[in-house]
């Protein structure tokens, strides 16, 4: 069940690539870079164990943060119309924090979710891509089980770190564990909405 519940980020990260091209690889190539400089110096000179666990839990922090601006993004696109006012705040939230003027295009369109999968299903039906599909697969397989188990490393790193810092009774540390599961897994359920509206773009698509 933990093995689960630490790779559902692959299913965030997966499901939002096509806003993922500038930004997204950047802050991944810093991250990952700080923490490799950062484990090698503790390494060599390093000797207090908690600060090798925030090192191992960052990648985990990152996650969190980045999951959330996947979604934010995902949200960017919807226009904002006559909606409740909560909504529409939210929205216009979601296009300033992610800057959505300023993405790239997919074409002359927006690349928003439901055009680009559109465009995916496209590239994919033709017989020119099938042995770069085929290496892409199993490229995107084994690169998922390997980031998989660096987030079971990760996030275990976190979940001690936060029990440690800001744990008192039992009772406590368990309500930490149970909100950081909770703030994990959420930017996933988000996505349940956007398998609805690929579904709707379905029936139009196969007309």
């Excluded at 110096?41 to 925030?54: D, K």
């Excluded at 999968?117 to 496209?122: A, G, M, Q």
């Excluded at 089980?145 to 660096?150: G, H, S, T």
Aim: hydrophobic share 50%; charged share 15%; with cysteine.
């Amino acid at each position: 069940a933990y093995c689960y519940v630490a790779s559902a980020p692959i299913t965030t990260f997966h499901a939002t690539r096509m806003y993922r091209s500038s930004w997204f690889n950047r802050t991944s190539r810093y991250v990952w870079l700080a923490v490799w400089v950062a484990l090698t110096l503790w390494i060599c000179f390093g000797s207090s164990p908690n600060f090798f666990l925030w090192i191992i839990a960052a990648p985990a922090i990152w996650t969190v943060f980045v999951q959330i601006l996947c979604i934010m993004r995902l949200h960017a696109d919807e226009p904002i119309k006559g909606e409740r006012a909560p909504n529409g705040i939210y929205l216009w939230f979601c296009k300033l924090l992610t800057r959505k003027e300023a993405e790239q295009k997919l074409g002359t369109e927006p690349a928003n979710f439901v055009t680009f999968y559109e465009s995916l299903v496209d590239k994919r039906s033709g017989e020119h891509g099938v042995g770069m599909r085929e290496s892409y697969t199993h490229l995107r397989e084994h690169s998922n089980a390997i980031f998989i188990v660096l987030l079971e490393v990760s996030l275990a790193a976190m979940i001690v770190c936060l029990v440690g810092a800001f744990g008192g009774t039992p009772k406590h540390k368990l309500l930490i564990v149970v909100a950081v599961l909770f703030v994990w897994l959420i930017p996933a359920v988000f996505l349940w909405a956007q398998a609805n509206r690929l579904e709707r773009s379905l029936i139009s698509y196969e007309q």
